[in-house]
């Protein structure tokens, strides 16, 4: 199994939905990702713990979507220096 290099994150499993089609995507180009439910508000040190130790892991770049708001792209942002892609 290859090392994922997208991070895609969703703040509840309400989100599957809107992240379903850019899993979709991903996987027509073969590209590797790690999905996980991660909430910013209730969660806080589990994000935080997963943004930080990322790039360690290979990846590259998240794609963050939770509750057609930008609070959880925004929190991954201010933790790590990769990109971070929000999904509204």
């Known amino acids: ?3 994922p290099k997208v991070a895609v994150i969703m703040g509840s499993d309400s ?7 850019c899993l979709i995507a991903l996987e027509k180009f073969g590209i590797e990702y ?4 991660i909430s910013a508000h209730r969660n806080p040190h589990k994000i ?4 930080t130790t990322a790039e360690e892991r290979g990846i590259e770049v998240f794609i963050a979507a ?3 708001a ?3 792209p925004g929190v991954i942002a201010g933790i790590t ?8």
């Open 48 to 51: 935080f713990e997963y943004a």
């Open 1 to 3: 199994m290859s090392t």
């Open 66 to 68: 939770a509750g057609k």
């Open 34 to 37: 790690d999905v996980r439910v």
């Open 70 to 72: 930008a609070h959880l």
């Open 81 to 88: 220096p990769l990109p971070v892609i929000g999904i509204p």
């Open 15 to 21: 989100d599957f939905d809107i992240v379903k089609k």
